[in-house]
């Protein structure tokens, strides 16, 4: 059935003006509650109307979403990217039909619209062993920022924690658990909840910045004032982010973001030889299929896993 809107205005099912997407859009928002997806999907969006309006004719169904996620894999966006993005444009749809701007059916073949399949890619960026290395040795020693960076940056990378993780982090939740430091009651992305194990380099670089910062309780992270006095504020978001690209710079190395630490993380404990199950629990993922994908799992055909257990074959099997 043809919207009552566009029947009453003339126009096409398929037809959508600026005004109306803009009108969708903030549905769309108003339904999540998490301030990062609102971010993530403002963004998705926006660039989704950008290419739209660049086209020769304004239409919205499942044939331009199609060609908008080929667009999107010219760019060699990850494949998650490219799903978030598609993700959003379905809620776009959904909006836009509830709005009564686009058709119910028109809505369906839209969200019908299958993602790019990521299962082994890589995503993102991760660091080797020896840049890991670098990136904290890069971290200055001298002042209170630079033991600040050096905290955040040893977190971010030993622990696999996220920025909202480290903003949040208060000294209670750093505790002697099994003979060692974890950090307890961690609320993570879906409200997850975990323990993560601190490795002892990890917590000699949280000790260094503790020490000298004087901060005893509450949160662990402090913002520092130009003239470089430790101030009570929590740090924010974006002094973690600014942390992580001081010590990179330092380092030499490029394009460097919070989040490429937690991959870097997850890669490393699994060159390492580490569980995949158990490095799923550090990071707090809802699925394994989530952290294969952080490390970029691939098939090894030269260290196949299946030669190292040897069954003993009978010289004569006739």
């Known amino acids: ?17 600026i005004p109306e997407l803009e009108q969708s859009k903030a549905a769309v928002l108003n339904t999540l509650p998490s301030v990062h997806s609102r971010r993530s999907y403002t963004f998705a969006i926006d660039r989704f109307i950008a290419w739209y309006c660049s086209e020769p004719r304004l239409t919205f169904n499942r044939a331009v979403v199609v060609r908008y996620r080929s667009h999107l894999e010219g760019l060699s966006l990850s494949a998650s990217t490219i799903n978030s993005h598609l993700s959003a444009i379905r809620r776009l ?94 609320i993570g992305k879906g409200r997850r909840l975990r323990t993560v194990p601190v490795p002892s380099w990890s917590k000699q670089l949280l000790d260094a910045w ?5 901060v005893g309780e509450g949160r662990v992270f402090r913002r520092i004032s ?16 600014y942390a992580v690209k001081r010590c990179a710079r330092q380092a030499g190395i490029l394009n460097l973001a919070p989040h490429d630490l937690r991959r870097t993380c997850a890669r490393l404990c699994h060159d390492c030889s580490g569980e995949l199950e ?22 090894k055909l030269q260290d196949a896993v299946n030669d190292r257990f040897e069954i003993s074959v009978a010289s004569d099997t006739a």
């Open 226 to 241: 130009k003239a470089g006095k430790r101030q009570e504020a929590g740090v924010t978001a974006n002094v973690v982010w």
């Open 93 to 186: 749809a959904d909006e836009s039909a509830e709005s009564g701007w686009l058709t119910p059916e028109l809505a369906i073949g839209i969200r019908r619209v299958q993602g790019v399949k990521g299962l082994g890619r890589r995503i993102g960026n991760w660091l080797s062993q020896r840049q890991a290395q670098e990136l904290v040795n890069a971290a200055s020693k001298t002042d209170l920022r630079g033991w600040r960076d050096g905290a955040i940056v040893g977190l971010l990378l030993g622990c696999g924690l996220r920025r909202s993780e480290v903003v949040g982090l208060t000294l209670e939740q750093l505790q002697m658990r099994e003979g060692r430091w974890v950090i307890v009651d961690l």
């Open 1 to 17: 059935m043809v919207s009552q809107k566009h029947t009453e205005r003339g126009l096409r099912p398929d037809l959508l003006t």
């Open 278 to 299: 158990q490095i799923r629990f550090l990071l707090g993922h809802a699925s394994v299929q989530t952290t294969e994908r952080y490390i970029g799992s691939k098939q």
């Open 210 to 214: 503790l020490s000298h910062s004087g």
